[in-house]
Every structure is written in structure tokens, then in C-alpha cells.
């Protein structure tokens, strides 16, 4: 047996769950086309809502909402692509969407 | 070790000589006053420039007619009628014919990241569509013979090309002809001659006229595409032909850009239909700024005027921020042909394997 030390075993399960985690995340961007994901990340919103998803090769996409025909939605890229480090990528992208989300009500209640 | 020090101090006193020269120039240099600024702005691109397409892009002369938009705001507009293709340069090539071939022998596909480049579509590269869709249905080619099969007359190209994909041309790499296209095939658009910002964005139909004369259009229905094992095969400059919109952009390559201005902005790639400008997506210096929602931006020489995505983002740009004037052979929504339309039912074929033949 090579692995003898418990530290060893726990840094070896370690290193393995990161190289897990970062395939899992890769496989999602890559699992369909980067259209689908651009529509599904504005399924459930309307037009002019901030939006993004992550475009592959960690990149990640900011943008809004915008009708790509009579009825479907799509995410619209306005700013320059992002590069996120895949550890934190989840957590930024949660993060952007609160920021973005909260400054378009801020607006609404401000017209309002 | 003398020697050095000199040098030192000889580019210490040149430096101190230079800087102070350099700040008396700054407080020198002359300051802009109001009436100057709005000259400045009086030089706003304000509108379509006809002079910046490329020969031969239209089949009649430009003129200026009277129009009204959408939102019934009577104005003028440019009336631009084109034979469908690109100036100045024969389209393709679009499908490889043998799995050995290069990129030289096909043309481009968008990158499933859908991000940077177009990706070349070779021969490896058909062979390899199970493994990069992760589909095992995915077979374009014959094993036994090599060949790729592609849509090589027009009735295959009709029958691939369409919303609903008929079964025997599943399976294929979609190429048009030019020669496809009816003998008296034109287009025509009418763009005010000096826009005029909406009250509210206006989804994309058509996303303009690129500077050689052919459509920028809309996103390409991919899903619908791929689902019918299918590519809608690009030229290297982000085109391809159907029968409705002739040869048509679904992304911008460089092939139309034209610089305008020394200021090291990105250049001009054509027109939205609303008249503001689409220039590429990174200036000079490769960079790339933030934009508003349309993918609009506004500055002292152009005005408000678009940027383009980049090449394998399936768009253009992403709404339209002035009012426009539908013309006569617009197409409202996605566009037919070889961008191919989903299913009616909205669902990718259950059947995906390849034709007997």
C-alpha cells in the first residue's frame, strides 16, 4: 500500500474532491450548447433583468434579459467577459446576481 | 564604474529636462472652450454613411425616400437594394467533403463554449461530433467511403435548410448556393437616414446590413440545428446562403470591418436597421468596454452607435435602441432556411440516427 499516513489519505481525498468538484463544474458548462444556457438563465425572468451564466473555460457572462423571438428570452452579454477562478466562480455568480438584482429594484422603486 | 555614474547623472538631468518641458507643454497646450466642444459635437457619425460600403454592394443606387417607422415617426430613409450577396468576394467555402480534409477545404461552426472564434469545421472535426456534443447519434459522415455527406444540390438544400428538417437530410452538413436563389432574388432596406432613438428597445429581427451589402441577421436557431444532426455550415467570415436571405452573418469575423477614425476605436462592421453604427467588439487595443443593455454604447465622434459580440456568441448585438421602418421583405423572428427553425413541436428528432444510404 502506498498511502500508509492518515494525513496523507486526507490530503489525497482532498486534492481528488477539488479535481471532482472542478470536472463537475466544466462538465455543466459544457453538458449543452452554450444557447441553451443563455435561454435557461432567463426562463424565469423578464425583459431588461440582469442575467449570467458561465460561457465555458470560466468565463463568465454578465448581462440582461432580451427577447431572442415573440416569446423566448435570452441572455444578452453587455459587459466584458470575465474570467472567475473556478473555486470562487459559484459564490461570485451568486453574489453578481444579488448586486445586479437588487440595483434594478432600487430603480423600479426609484421611477416608481 | 566613473563611467556609469556619468550616465547616470546625464539621464537624470535629460529626464528632469524632458518632464519640465513636458509639463510647460501641458500648461501650454490650448484648452477647449464651450463653442469648441460643440463642434466637437456637431462632427458626430450621426447616421449611415454610404460612402464607407463596398463597391458593388448595392444593385441600385442608394436613394433617400420618405418612410415612417414603427413607432410612426414620419422621416427619411436610405433605400438600400442588394442581390443578396456579399461585395467583392465569392461566398465559402462552407462544408469539408472528406474526412481528411483541412480547414482550408471547409468553413466554421460556432464553438460550443460560445466563446472567442469560430471553430474550423475539418474533416477531424466531423468525425469527432459524437464526442464534442456528447451524442453518440452524431454521424455526418461514411465510414466506409470517407465522405462527408453535405446538402449538394438545391432540393437537398431546401429540404435541410427549413424549420422542420425533412428525415432524409438529417444528418448533414448544410451548404446553399448563390445559383439556388431565384434570378430576380433582391433585398431591399430602408434605414432612416438620421435615427432616431425608440422609447423603448425593440427586439431584433434583422440585425442590419453589414458593409459589403449582405445581412447581419439574428441568432441562429442552434438547438434546432443540432437537434436535427445538422450544421448550418459558416464561410470563415461567420455566413452562409438560404434561399430566403441569401447569404446572411450570423457572426463577424473581421471580413467587413472598416477603420473610420484614427482614435483607435473598433471598426465599423455595417448598420443596425435603425441607422446607428455596428462596429467589432474590441478596439485597438483589444479591449472591450461595457455596454448598455442592446450592447449600445455612446461617444463624442460616433454618436450612439453598437458593438458586436464576439463571433461564436450566436448574436450580433442584443436589441434595438432606435425606432426602425419595417421593409417589404423583412422577416419577422428567427430567419428560415439555413438556420433551420425548430421543430414544430419544439422538440429535437427521437431518431437521430443516420440516413440507410
Known amino acids: 500500500m502506498l498511502i500508509k499516513s492518515r494525513p496523507f489519505n486526507i490530503v489525497y481525498v482532498a486534492v481528488a474532491s477539488m479535481f471532482l468538484m472542478q470536472t463537475i463544474n466544466?462538465?455543466?458548462?459544457?453538458?449543452?450548447?452554450?444557447?441553451?444556457?443563455?435561454?435557461?438563465?432567463?426562463?424565469?425572468?423578464?425583459?431588461?433583468?440582469?442575467?449570467?451564466?458561465?460561457?465555458?473555460?470560466?468565463?463568465?457572462?454578465?448581462?440582461?434579459?432580451?427577447?431572442?423571438?415573440?416569446h423566448d428570452l435570452t441572455c444578452v452579454r453587455n459587459q466584458p467577459i470575465q474570467k472567475v477562478e473556478s473555486d470562487k466562480h459559484s459564490h461570485n455568480i451568486e453574489a453578481n446576481?444579488?448586486?445586479q438584482d437588487s440595483q434594478k429594484d432600487n430603480k423600479a422603486n426609484k421611477s416608481k | 564604474m566613473q563611467l556609469l555614474n556619468r550616465i547616470n547623472k546625464g539621464l537624470l538631468l535629460c529626464t528632469s529636462v524632458l518632464t519640465l518641458v513636458v509639463l510647460q507643454g501641458c500648461e501650454n497646450a490650448p484648452k477647449l472652450d464651450d463653442s469648441q466642444l460643440n463642434a466637437g459635437k456637431a462632427n458626430i457619425q450621426a447616421g449611415l454613411d454610404i460612402s464607407l460600403f463596398k463597391d458593388g454592394a448595392f444593385i441600385l443606387p442608394p436613394k433617400i425616400v420618405d418612410c415612417e417607422t414603427t413607432a410612426r415617426t414620419k422621416t427619411t430613409c436610405y433605400e438600400l437594394k442588394t442581390s443578396g450577396?456579399?461585395?467583392?468576394?465569392?461566398?465559402?467555402?462552407?462544408?469539408?467533403?472528406?474526412?481528411?480534409?483541412?480547414?482550408?477545404?471547409?468553413?466554421?461552426?460556432?464553438?460550443?463554449?460560445?466563446?472567442?472564434?469560430?471553430?474550423?469545421?475539418?474533416?477531424?472535426?466531423?468525425?469527432?461530433l459524437s464526442r464534442y456534443y456528447d451524442d453518440p447519434n452524431w454521424m455526418l459522415y461514411d465510414?466506409?467511403?470517407?465522405?462527408?455527406?453535405?446538402?449538394?444540390t438545391k432540393a437537398s438544400c431546401l429540404g435541410a435548410a427549413k424549420p422542420d428538417v425533412e428525415e432524409q437530410y438529417k444528418q448533414n452538413c448544410i451548404e446553399c448556393l448563390m445559383s439556388y436563389l431565384d434570378d430576380d432574388f433582391s433585398r431591399t432596406y430602408l434605414i432612416p437616414t438620421t435615427p432616431i432613438k425608440a422609447e423603448e428597445a425593440q427586439r431584433v429581427r434583422t440585425v442590419g446590413i453589414a458593409l459589403d451589402g449582405a445581412e447581419l441577421s439574428g441568432s441562429a436557431p442552434v438547438d434546432a440545428i443540432l437537434g436535427s444532426y445538422t450544421i448550418a455550415a459558416f464561410d470563415d467570415c461567420g455566413g452562409h446562403?438560404?434561399?430566403?436571405?441569401?447569404?446572411?452573418?450570423?457572426?463577424?469575423?473581421?471580413?467587413?470591418?472598416?477603420?473610420?477614425?484614427?482614435?483607435?476605436?473598433?471598426?465599423?462592421?455595417?448598420?443596425?436597421?435603425?441607422?446607428?453604427?455596428?462596429?467589432?467588439?474590441?478596439?485597438?487595443?483589444?479591449?472591450?468596454?461595457?455596454l448598455d443593455e442592446c450592447r449600445g454604447s455612446t461617444d463624442e465622434v460616433r454618436g450612439y452607435h453598437y458593438h458586436a459580440a464576439s463571433p461564436s456568441e450566436n448574436m450580433i448585438i442584443g436589441c434595438i435602441s432606435g425606432e426602425t421602418v419595417r421593409s417589404a421583405d423583412e422577416h419577422a423572428g428567427p430567419p428560415p432556411g439555413a438556420d433551420g427553425r425548430p421543430p414544430r413541436d419544439g422538440r429535437p428528432p427521437k431518431a437521430g440516427k443516420p440516413p440507410r444510404d
Open chain 1, 26 to 70: 466544466t462538465a455543466n458548462a459544457h453538458s449543452s450548447s452554450l444557447n441553451k444556457i443563455a435561454l435557461e438563465v432567463c426562463k424565469q425572468k423578464e425583459r431588461s433583468q440582469a442575467c449570467q451564466y458561465n460561457g465555458g473555460h470560466n468565463d463568465l457572462y454578465i448581462g440582461t434579459c432580451q427577447y431572442i423571438s415573440e
Open chain 2, 85 to 128: 450577396a456579399p461585395a467583392m468576394r465569392e461566398p465559402g467555402p462552407f462544408c469539408p467533403r472528406n474526412t481528411s480534409d483541412g480547414a482550408d477545404v471547409g468553413g466554421a461552426w460556432f464553438d460550443k463554449s460560445g466563446s472567442g472564434d469560430l471553430i474550423d469545421i475539418t474533416g477531424e472535426f466531423i468525425v469527432n
Open chain 2, 241 to 290: 446562403i438560404n434561399v430566403h436571405q441569401g447569404y446572411h452573418y450570423h457572426s463577424t469575423t473581421g471580413c467587413t470591418d472598416t477603420v473610420t477614425t484614427d482614435d483607435g476605436h473598433a471598426p465599423l462592421v455595417g448598420y443596425a436597421p435603425d441607422g446607428y453604427g455596428i462596429y467589432a467588439m474590441e478596439d485597438a487595443l483589444g479591449k472591450e468596454e461595457s
Open chain 2, 143 to 152: 465510414p466506409k467511403t470517407n465522405k462527408i455527406r453535405y446538402t449538394d
Open chain 1, 97 to 99: 446576481q444579488k448586486k
